[in-house]
Antibody, heavy 121, light 107 residues
Framework: QVQLVESGGGVVQPGGSLRLSCAAS????????MHWVRQAPGKGLEWVAY????????FYADSVKGRFTISRDNLKNTVYLQMNSLRPDDTAVYYC??????????????WGQGTLVTVSS | ETVMTQSPATLSVSPGEGATLSCRAS??????LAWYQQKPGQAPRLLIY???TRATGVPARFSGSGSGTEFTLTITSLQSEDFAVYFC?????????FGQGTKVEIK
C-alpha cells in the first residue's frame, strides 16, 4: 500500500532553515507529481509547493515563494522541502501528498502523517 | 488567484440525518473540485474529485455535485465516523486552493 513518511520537523528560530523529507513507497514514485501542504495549529489547509514527476517544473504558493524550494530524488523515492528565512507564521504541520493519477492538475489522493515545524525564539 | 469559500462554517446534525455542504469558487474552475475529510490528529482524506467522482473506498453516502463556481457535498444518513471537518479544494494550473473548512458536529 502507499506510504508517505515525513521527517525533519522541529523547532527553529526565526530566520533559520530546515529541510523536510518525505519518503514514499508502495507506488511508482517517479511517475507522480508530489506536493507539500501545511496546516497551522487549529487552522485550515494551505497548499505550499508542487513538483512535477521529473522535477523539471515546480510551483509555489506566494507565501513561500523565494524562501522555500521543493526537490525530489527519484532514485531514493523521496521529495524534499528546503525552508529558509523561516517566520513564526510558517509554524504548521507539513504534509507531503501524492496526486491522483491523470493529466495535471489533479488533487491529492494520499497524504503522509505530517511533521510539525515550529518557528519560535 | 481563485478564492474558495465554504458554508456554513459549522453544521450541527443528528446521526442518521443528511448534511449538505457548500463551496463557492471566486471564478470558474470547471469541475476541478475536490472534497476532503479531516478528523482530529489525522491527515486529510480525499473523498471526491472532479466535483463528483468518489475516491477509492469512499462510501456511497458521500456524493458531490456542481461545476463552474458552485459545488455541493452531500452526506446522506450521517454515521458516527462522519463527524469531522470537510475542506473543498479547487485545482487549476498551477494553483491548488483550499476552502476554510466546514465542521460537521453532532447535534
Amino acid at each position: 500500500q502507499v506510504q508517505l513518511v515525513e521527517s525533519g520537523g522541529g523547532v527553529v528560530q526565526p530566520g533559520g532553515s530546515l529541510r523536510l523529507s518525505c519518503a514514499a513507497s508502495g507506488f511508482t514514485f517517479s511517475s507522480y507529481a508530489m506536493h507539500w501542504v501545511r496546516q497551522a495549529p487549529g487552522k485550515g489547509l494551505e497548499w505550499v509547493a508542487y513538483i512535477q514527476w521529473s522535477g523539471e517544473y515546480k510551483f509555489y504558493a506566494d507565501s513561500v515563494k523565494g524562501r522555500f524550494t521543493i526537490s525530489r530524488d527519484n532514485l531514493k523515492n523521496t521529495v524534499y522541502l528546503q525552508m529558509n528565512s523561516l517566520r513564526p507564521d510558517d509554524t504548521a504541520v507539513y504534509y507531503c501528498a501524492k496526486v491522483v493519477p491523470g493529466d495535471p492538475p489533479q488533487p491529492f489522493d494520499q497524504w503522509g502523517q505530517g511533521t510539525l515545524v515550529t518557528v519560535s525564539s | 488567484e481563485t478564492v474558495m469559500t465554504q458554508s456554513p462554517a459549522t453544521l450541527s446534525v443528528s446521526p442518521g440525518e443528511g448534511a449538505t455542504l457548500s463551496c463557492r469558487a471566486s471564478q470558474s474552475i470547471n469541475n476541478n473540485l475536490a472534497w476532503y475529510q479531516q478528523k482530529p490528529g489525522q491527515a486529510p482524506r480525499l473523498l471526491i474529485y472532479g466535483a463528483s467522482t468518489r475516491a477509492t473506498g469512499v462510501p456511497a453516502r458521500f456524493s458531490g455535485s456542481g461545476s463552474g463556481t458552485e459545488f455541493t457535498l452531500t452526506i446522506t444518513s450521517l454515521q458516527s465516523e462522519d463527524f469531522a471537518v470537510y475542506f473543498c479544494q479547487g485545482y487549476q494550473k498551477w494553483l491548488w486552493t483550499f476552502g476554510q473548512g466546514t465542521k460537521v458536529e453532532i447535534k
